[in-house]
């Protein structure tokens, strides 16, 4: 324990165990970086830290070893090739997003372009009380760790099931469906779609070769209060929306409601629970039960991405 102290950071900039020197950790939204921009972190590393580059588990790269003199000229370095700075409160960290639909086949959203709206969202309102992480995962895979964070986004498919198509090959039982949605009837062998049981997570529609399964629509389920760190917990399921607009209105509101009525330092997730789903639905405007919000929220602000 020795050499152990407590260490503060300011966000993009991270206290070292020797106090002469910082880590500077840079924003990357949704973990997308170009190779026009390689050589310049290459660069930075050799010549204000030691050479090394640090991957974080939050799709952030940092430069480990700078001294804290230097921080400031190391990000203006990299601002001039294209890197973001971190936010130096400290309390708005990377927003991670999976590939999505730029590449994997799973995907029924795509969570790149909805992780790039919600960071400039969460830029626009820098002044937060809290700490606030976002994770966004294109299918119920959950590989942008959707669940573990503050306010997480997934993307789900409503299936429908047409009986009547159905050749009962099983084909979807057997090499789709892991959660027992669809079964096969004992005696006569049709197929059963158990809703309740369906995670959407859309594998059995390719599956089925005679078009009896097809995604109804895409749903945007948000997920909030999910954390890591020394007490971790799963998130809650706040609502399921029909468009992405939907989603950054909502996320839009949450944030100016934890704003308005957060406590100085209580990150988005403890807000959140401190008033209870309830208690943010109702504030929100949202269906108390957490389904499908019939209507979409008012719009505050216009998408501009290539979101569907
Ligand atoms: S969450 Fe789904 S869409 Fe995203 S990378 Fe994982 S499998 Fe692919
Ligand atoms: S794959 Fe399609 S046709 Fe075959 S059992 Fe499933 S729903 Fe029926
Ligand atoms: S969407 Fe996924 S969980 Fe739902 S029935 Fe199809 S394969 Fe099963």
């Given amino acids: 324990m020795g050499g152990r102290k407590l260490m503060m950071g300011r966000g993009g900039l991270i206290g070292e ?50 001294r804290r003199e230097k921080a400031q000229e190391v990000l203006d370095f990299l601002a001039q090739a294209g890197w973001y700075q971190q936010d130096l409160s400290g309390n708005i960290r990377n927003v991670v997003a999976c590939p999505g639909t730029s590449s994997c086949p799973n995907a029924l959203i795509d969570a790149q372009a ?27 895979n959950g590989c942008g760790h959707s669940l573990l964070c503050d306010l997480g986004v997934v993307g789900r498919a409503e299936i429908a099931f047409d009986p009547s198509l159905c050749r009962r090959c099983h084909r979807c039982v057997r090499e789709a469906c892991r959660t027992g949605a669809l079964q096969v009837q004992g005696g006569s062998e049709s197929v059963r779609l158990d809703p309740a049981l369906c995670e959407g997570c859309g594998l059995c529609v390719p599956a089925c070769h005679a078009g009896a399964l097809a995604v109804n629509r895409v749903i945007w389920q948000v997920w909030v209060a999910g954390k890591l760190g020394r007490s971790p917990r799963f998130g809650l399921e706040l609502a399921r929306l029909a468009s992405p607009a939907a989603v950054l209105d909502l996320a839009g509101a949450l944030l100016a409601l934890w704003k308005a009525k957060g406590q100085a330092g209580e990150r988005l997730g403890d807000f959140v629970r401190r008033l209870g789903l309830g208690g943010i639905r ?14 979409p929220l008012p719009r505050n602000r216009e998408a501009t991405m290539r979101l569907a």
């Fill in 114 to 140: 909805l992780a790039l709206e919600i960071d400039s969202l969460l830029t626009e309102c820098a002044d937060v009380p809290g700490k606030v992480k976002v994770g966004v995962s294109g299918c119920a």
């Fill in 17 to 66: 165990r020797d106090s002469a020197y910082t880590t500077v950790r840079l924003r990357i939204p949704a973990g997308i970086v170009y190779s026009s921009q390689l050589s310049a972190i290459q660069d930075a590393a050799d010549r204000f830290g030691d050479g090394r580059i640090h991957l974080s588990t939050r799709q952030t790269l940092e430069i480990p070893h700078v």
């Fill in 282 to 295: 109702h504030a929100l405007g949202l269906p108390s039960s957490g389904r499908l919000a019939a209507q």
